[in-house]
């Protein structure tokens, strides 16, 4: 035996030690965190349901920046404000690029095999798409006053929609979920949609399932061979082609409608701002302007604006369930700044400043994007002490910082206060980041507050929100998280607020 490994020790030792220094090299100074099982990395994290609170534990032991393995990729936790703030503001250009798993960018995938659209890693086309987006949603009103009608039409239509429960208990989700999408459609192609419009309707149900399964932990995203293993990877896998499938056709059939009543003269949406920019530029010279860019543009959008703005809603109601003095007040102010039968407006903003603090609590105590969207560091770099190897998967935990009790007075209570100050004004702390913050935020935040505001004030002005008769009262803590998180779907009952329950 010991005659037959002799020949072999001259070859074994060097390979034994170039391995170890290989690996001492590669793990050297990094963040502390759990160690993994070799080419799975830490399983821990595909198998819960609630990945935001398992980092929570895991920060606990490890501390403020700590690392593990997913698959071969090195993820690194940002699990406090000050390891958020040091990489996405004091190191703002390095934390700039985006992860992406095999399944977000098996999405963004073009007819010829390359990824597509502004969530690009880095770059030109995620750079020069995001400028061009921000510029052309402004240009149609984002943020000001001209937006404002669609916004105030939509909620127009929530409250018929509701109200056509006639009082009786129904989920208030659909209606929700359709009317976010409605106004990114006004913005990309200048229409809204009836909510029970099939193919409207098909798009909502496809990006459900594509939103569902871009998620950071899903295990497909890592090991894409899952996708051939006979049961439910393989059946996530194929509900996510068909879907991608559905919702390319459906923005690719309004592309199309556009090319035939496109006039350079008048710039109705985001298609013809981009057809105009493509004609400005010679297409065949920027990479920035291709027509599978707006594709993928439109797609990413209506991804990123839809879940994100009708999930807050669906929170608030369920959040004013369970605190019926809140929308007692947020009555009484209404009341006191609208006059009866007037739609709300942006100009209101200052009478309402109880109702602003409302969204704002909304949004931190449910933390529904707890986990953010994974960034990527576009070079080596030291944070904090620790070494973060190039193209290392960077995930800010949001919720940590929602939760923190150093940054917070009694942060496990609704207390819509918290966002006023003492002469009951609106006041943001900087730790208050739901749109995150550096380079790569969201982009489209101002489009969402304002959405919010208009969506929910008109609402409210209306309605009271009350418990289904049908149920018990929905649980705030049961939660489904995707790259979302929401409440599990629960009904509620809406009655005119100038009529008898
Ligand atoms: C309540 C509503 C919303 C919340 C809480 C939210 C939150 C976020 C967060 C946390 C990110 C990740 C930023 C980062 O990596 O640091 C993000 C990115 C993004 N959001 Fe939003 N978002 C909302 C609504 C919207 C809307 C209405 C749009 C409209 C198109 C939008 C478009 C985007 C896009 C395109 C990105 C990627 C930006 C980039 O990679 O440069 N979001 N959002």
Redesign the pocket.
């Known amino acids: 035996m010991d005659l037959a490994w002799d020949p072999l020790i001259p070859i074994l030792i060097p390979i034994l030690l170039c391995s170890l220094v290989y690996f001492w090299r590669k793990n050297r100074d990094l963040p502390p965190g759990p160690n993994g099982i070799p080419f799975l990395g830490y399983v821990p994290v595909f198998l819960t349901s609630q990945p935001q609170d398992t980092l929570m534990e895991l920060g606990k032991r490890y501390g403020n920046v700590f690392s593990f393995y997913m698959g071969k990729r090195l993820v690194v936790v940002l699990n406090d404000y000050a390891a958020i703030k040091a990489a996405?503001t004091d190191q703002a250009e390095i934390f700039s690029g985006?992860a992406g798993g095999f399944i977000s960018r098996y999405i963004r995938l073009g007819s010829e095999g390359k990824a597509h659209g502004?969530?690009a890693p880095q770059g030109t086309i995620?750079k020069e798409g995001?400028k061009f987006?921000l510029q052309t949603?402004r240009d149609l009103g984002m943020g000001k006053s001209k937006l404002q009608g669609s916004i105030i039409d939509e909620a127009d239509r929530i409250v018929r929609l509701f109200t056509e429960s006639h009082g009786q208990s129904f989920d208030p989700f659909p209606f929700l979920y359709a009317g976010?999408a409605n106004?990114?459609g006004s913005?990309c192609y200048g229409e809204t949609l009836d909510h029970t419009e099939p193919s409207f309707k098909q798009t909502l149900a496809s990006l459900s399932v594509t939103n569902a399964y871009t998620a950071h932990m899903e295990p497909l995203q890592t090991f894409q061979f899952l996708r051939y293993v006979p049961g439910q990877f393989r059946e996530r896998w194929r509900a996510v082609v068909e879907s991608r499938r559905q919702i390319l056709k459906f923005l690719g059939d309004k592309i199309t409608e556009h090319r035939k009543t496109y006039f350079e003269n008048e710039i109705r949406d985001y298609i013809d701002a981009f057809f105009h920019e493509q004609a400005r530029k010679k297409i065949s010279e920027s990479e920035v302007f291709r027509d599978e860019e707006l594709l993928q543009n439109l797609r990413?959008?209506?991804s990123?604006?839809?879940d994100?703005?009708s999930?807050?809603l669906q929170w608030a109601l369920l959040f004013l369930l369970h605190h019926p003095e809140v929308q007692e007040r947020i009555h009484q102010e209404l009341d006191r700044g609208i006059e009866a039968g007037q739609r709300v407006i942006l100009a209101d903003r200052t009478k309402l400043p109880y109702l602003e603090a409302v969204i704002r609590e909304v949004?931190r105590f449910a933390n529904?994007?707890p986990l953010?969207?994974?960034?990527a560091n576009v070079t080596e770099t030291i944070l904090l002490g620790h070494r973060i190897p190039v193209n290392s998967v960077i995930i800010?935990s949001?919720k940590s910082v929602n939760e923190d009790p150093a940054l917070w007075e009694d942060p496990m209570t609704f207390d819509p206060t918290r966002f006023l100050d003492k002469n009951g004004n609106v006041h943001e702390a900087p730790h208050f980041?739901?749109?995150?913050?550096?380079?790569?935020?969201?982009?489209?935040?101002s489009?969402?507050?304002m959405?919010?505001f208009l969506l929910f004030a008109n609402i409210m002005q209306r309605l009271v929100i009350k418990p289904p008769t049908d149920s018990n009262l929905p649980s705030t803590t049961d939660r489904i998280t995707y790259l979302?998180s929401s409440p599990r779907p629960f009904k509620v009952r809406a009655i005119l607020r100038n009529q008898k329950d």
Do not use: N
Not at 372 to 375: F, S, T
Not at 433 to 445: L, W, Y
């Open positions: 996405y985006r502004f969530g995620w995001r987006m949603f976010a106004l990114i913005l990413g959008f209506f990123a604006g839809t994100t703005t999930k807050t949004q529904l994007v953010g969207l994974p960034r800010p949001f980041i739901p749109f995150s913050i550096g380079k790569r935020d969201c982009v489209g935040a489009l969402a507050r959405e919010l979302t």
